[in-house]
């Protein structure tokens, strides 16, 4: 079957890094994406990866190791508004997306 | 303002009662999709569309029906509906639906079913 796994709460602090792992297995592999889903909202795009290494788009970083089937988000100079769910998906060999059940992420003072 | 809507946000409605949620976009996106989420469960696709006239099953298609009789519009039916079709449903679009194309999604409808 298809599996997408990843921790279900983090808790980090305001100004801080923190770095959330994805770990997928899928029938085929055509890109992994992250979205960011605010409590009672819809969730919203971040970053795509369909080769191996980092991403860099601002405080956010995306990274993928398709041989480990394993990528990660890392969010620098964390915010408050950074409080959110951390949604990841693997696009499959049917070009479906596959979603993980979210990472909560709580943002201290 | 361009975006996707949905309606309604949200609904109670009594089990075995048939129900419609609607979804349009005006990006003029090809494809178009239904998910549902569940606590603890990611996003779960019902039905997609790759374009209009054309419609697939997803992961959980049982107990749902669509249609894509133009490039906006993409209702959700639920034909006779269960406790257990209690969820919040998203729509979603994308400009071709492969390869890099991120989605974007309405703001969801939440459905109970009593």
């Known amino acids: 079957g298809q599996n997408i796994d990843q921790p279900t709460e983090m808790t980090a602090t305001e100004g801080a890094i923190v770095q959330i792992n994805c770990t997928y297995q899928t029938s085929g592999f055509n890109g992994l994406f992250w979205y960011q889903q605010h409590a009672g909202e819809a969730p919203t795009f971040l970053s795509y990866?369909?080769l191996d290494g980092l991403e860099e788009k601002g405080r956010f970083s995306s990274f993928l190791s398709r041989s480990k089937g394993y990528s990660y988000l890392l969010l620098k100079e964390l915010q408050m508004k950074d409080s959110a769910s951390y949604l990841c998906?693997?696009?499959?060999?049917?070009?479906?997306?596959?979603w993980g059940a979210g990472t909560k992420l709580i943002i201290k003072p | 303002i361009a975006g996707i809507t949905q309606a309604p946000t949200s609904q109670i409605l009594a089990a075995g009662r048939r129900m419609t949620l609607r979804c349009t976009q005006d990006?003029?996106?090809?494809?178009m999709y239904w998910y549902r989420q569940d606590l603890g469960l990611g996003l779960r696709l019902i039905h997609y569309s790759n374009t209009a006239g054309t419609t697939g099953k997803g992961e959980v298609p049982d107990g749902y029906s669509v249609s894509r009789a133009n490039t906006d519009d993409f209702p959700l039916t639920l034909a006779s509906a269960v406790p257990s079709q209690t969820s919040v449903y998203f729509c979603?679009?994308?400009?071709?639906?492969?390869?890099?194309?991120?989605?974007?999604f309405g703001p969801g409808t939440r459905l109970t079913v009593l």
């Open positions: 998906a693997v696009r499959d060999s049917n070009y479906q997306l596959i």
């Open positions: 979603a679009s994308s400009p071709r639906g492969g390869g890099g194309d991120e989605q974007f």
């Open positions: 990866n369909v």
């Open positions: 990006m003029r996106h090809n494809a």
